[in-house]
Nanobody, 123 residues
Framework: QVQLVESGGGLVQAGGSLRLSCAAS????????VGWFRRAPGKEREFVGA???????YYADSLKGRCTISRDNAKNTVYLQMNSLNSEDTAVYYC?????????????????WGQGTQVTVSS
C-alpha cells in the first residue's frame, strides 16, 4: 500500500514557476513509477508527465520544455517543476503511483492517487 500526499500548490502569477511535491509512504517507493495528472475546471483529466522507477521521464507534448519531473527516493518524494505558467495551467494537480511499466500517460494504470493540490495562475 502506498499513500501519496501532494503539496506546493497555490496562487502564482502568470510567467512564474512552481514546484509541486508528491510525498509517498512505504519502504519500496523506489520500485514505483509516479505520474502527474491535472484536471482543469470543466475539462477532462490530463497527463502532465511521469518518472519511472528507473528515473526515465515522460512528458505531455504540450508541456515539454516547461516541466521537469525528478525524484528523491531517500525522501520518498517526487517533484514536478513547472515554469512559464499561464492561466491554462490552473488545475488540481494529482500524483499517482504504480509498479507496472509502460504507457505512463494512462491514468487507469495507476493504483494509488493523492488527494490533489490546487494550482491557480493569475494573469
Amino acid at each position: 500500500q502506498v499513500q501519496l500526499v501532494e503539496s506546493g500548490g497555490g496562487l502564482v502569477q502568470a510567467g512564474g514557476s512552481l514546484r509541486l511535491s508528491c510525498a509517498a509512504s512505504g519502504r519500496t517507493f523506489s520500485d514505483y513509477s509516479v505520474g502527474w495528472f491535472r484536471r482543469a475546471p470543466g475539462k477532462e483529466r490530463e497527463f502532465v508527465g511521469a518518472i519511472s522507477w528507473s528515473t526515465s521521464t515522460y512528458y505531455a507534448d504540450s508541456l515539454k520544455g516547461r516541466c521537469t519531473i525528478s525524484r528523491d527516493n531517500a525522501k520518498n518524494t517526487v517533484y514536478l517543476q513547472m515554469n512559464s505558467l499561464n492561466s491554462e495551467d490552473t488545475a488540481v494537480y494529482y500524483c499517482a503511483a504504480r509498479r507496472t511499466r509502460g504507457n505512463y500517460s494512462s491514468a487507469s494504470l495507476y493504483n494509488y492517487w493523492g488527494q490533489g493540490t490546487q494550482v491557480t495562475v493569475s494573469s
